[in-house]
């Protein structure tokens, strides 16, 4: 046996022993979760930047209250329940077009009218849908195919317009087989004795306008020259601009208004002209009436006597049109050419018209990245749209408003409703470096914003301060479209058809059905 002495001392190390680990236990670091774990990084995925700083006070702020929300709710309901489908004939039909005018775009427009809770004309129009706008041959789609679909009612290949996917881009040969041609709703309308127009902030050849009249197996041969490299000089097939001059649909085209001047004339009578052939297509128009009206400017397209000329054509510039916060007073807003559009449409005609707006300068800011430049034209656009509401009754005008495609463009950062969304976000990254609220996935931005040879990102706020664009992940010389759907705006006559989701080639149908035109179904 052991002596009491001895059996305490072992007791008392025990006890010792015991004391260690505990005290060892407690101090060790509690493991790190399992990132695979949702709990992993809570904080990081919703950080609370507004909760106990935020720069204004909500007292008498009524979306503080409960009553607020519950009645903007009941308000809500109470006017879509109280709307009366209106099943008349469409006698006119206008179909508005922001060209990449996505989801991102028109939310991020709301901030140039006030903030979260303004809203853009069309967004207060009382049906909306969404349209897929996947191409036959890509998933994400370009202004030339999709233009077949929302104008001539089916899908097609990349780069091609006004012909079914039988034909590649650039097949010379399958676009001189006329049985491959699809023909658009201005035609349709045309057939029907209506009216029909075309108004783009963009070159009146280029994609989406080219879509009302044009069959062309390439959207790059807006010239013959530009034919004639592709498919030679003798192929006889005529270029986009020819064929809004004297095609089928183009030369019986009331209005047409846009850039584009460079397309139309050799470079023997004017210096910038791309043409080769020795035409001036737009003297050629002239030649085919003298009832033919030809304006350069915005002073003359106001001025124009509307009732003494049977059509009018305006080219304002030799590309497209400068973006309306460069533009000077020489060169109409989208507005005004929608407005003196609907003006000579509305004349001399009872039974109606269709007519095709663009605001075509939305995506080519954001193939650059140049998101204020985006949103500026997306309000501009909501002007045209606007008056175009105005001037028309609900009763006998449809009016759909949408996107041809999306682009690579995001909100992001958790920012507070005060802050502007040009600016930087209220939090750091990883890099200690602030980031924008606005980017893009690729894009010329990404060199502005990240130097490659020290591989690190520049600050973002001294940046903004030197140029025109957002941050882009990837580099690219211009930034894609996006892939996913686009929202369909309906207001007038069978507007209500336009709800659901549904293949972009399903708006023409629509549109058809409503104003009795087409040889698909009708209202009538």
């Known amino acids: 046996m052991s002596s009491p002495t001895a059996y305490l001392r072992r007791k008392l190390i025990a006890l010792l022993l015991l004391g260690v680990l505990t005290i060892v236990a407690y101090a060790e670091p509690e493991p790190a979760l399992d990132c695979g774990n949702a709990d992993c990084s809570e904080s ?12 204004h006070s909500r007292s008498n702020d009524p979306e503080a209250t409960s009553d607020y929300w519950l009645q903007k709710g009941k308000d809500f309901v109470r006017k879509q329940a109280s709307l009366r489908l209106n099943k008349r004939v469409a006698k006119n039909v206008i179909l508005f077009l922001g060209d990449g005018m996505g989801l991102t775009t028109f939310t991020a427009a709301r901030d140039l009218l006030g903030g979260t809770q303004a809203q853009l004309a069309f967004e207060k129009f009382p049906y909306t849908g969404f349209s897929m706008t996947y191409s036959v041959n890509t998933m994400v789609p370009d202004s030339a195919c999709t233009s077949t679909a929302y104008l001539c009612g089916i899908k097609a290949n990349h780069g091609t317009i006004g012909v079914n996917a039988q034909i590649e881009r650039s097949d010379c040969a399958g676009m001189n087989d006329t049985t491959n041609h699809v023909h658009s709703i201005a035609k349709w309308a045309l057939d029907a004795g209506k009216s029909a127009g075309l108004v783009t902030t963009t070159r009146v050849t280029h994609a989406s306008p080219a879509g009302v ?55 023997e009578f004017y210096k910038k ?19 033919n009206a030809y304006v350069e400017t915005r002073e003359e397209l106001q001025s124009v006597d509307l009732n003494s000329y049977d059509r009018l054509l305006g080219i304002f510039g030799k590309s ?23 003006e000579m449409l509305q004349m001399n005609n009872s039974k109606g018209y269709f007519l095709f707006v663009e605001g075509g300068r939305i995506d080519t800011a954001h193939h650059d990245n140049m998101a204020e430049y985006a949103l500026d034209e997306t309000v501009e656009f909501s002007k045209a749209i606007q008056a175009a509401r105005d001037m028309t009754s609900e009763e006998d005008t449809l009016i759909v408003v949408t996107a041809d495609h999306s682009h690579s463009f995001t909100i992001s950062g958790y920012q507070d409703r005060d802050r502007e969304l040009t600016e930087i976000a209220p ?12 980017s893009y996935a ?51 006559p069978w507007a209500h058809l336009f709800t659901g989701v549904y293949d972009q080639n399903t708006i ?6 409503a104003s009795c035109v087409g040889e698909g179904l009708k209202a009538c």
Request: hydrophobic content about 30%; aromatic content about 8%; glycine content about 8%.
């Open 273 to 291: 002209g791309r043409r080769q052939d020795g035409r001036n297509l737009i003297e050629e128009y002239l030649q085919q009436s003298s009832a």
């Open 427 to 438: 939090a750091e990254a990883t890099d200690d470096q602030s980031y924008l609220i606005l």
């Open 320 to 342: 497209h049109l400068d973006y309306h916060i460069d533009s000077e007073e020489t060169q109409p807003t989208l507005k005004e050419m929608t407005v003196r559009a609907i």
């Open 442 to 492: 690729n894009g010329p931005g990404f060199e502005d914003y990240y130097n490659t040879e020290k591989n690190k990102r520049r600050n973002p706020e001294k940046t903004r301060k030197k140029v025109s664009t957002f941050p882009a992940t990837a580099p690219l010389d211009s930034a894609t479209h996006g892939g996913e759907d686009v929202a369909v705006f309906a207001s007038g």
């Open 213 to 267: 009249y044009a069959h062309v197996a390439d959207r790059e041969w807006e010239d013959d020259a530009a034919l004639a490299e592709d498919c030679g000089a003798d192929s006889g097939l005529p270029d986009i601009a020819r064929q809004l001059i004297h095609g089928e649909v183009g030369k019986q085209l009331k209005v047409i208004l846009g850039g584009g001047k460079r397309e139309f004339i050799d470079s």
């Open 44 to 55: 990081d995925m919703h950080p609370d930047f507004f909760s106990h700083t935020s720069p």
């Open 508 to 513: 023409p149908h629509i549109m058809a059905y």
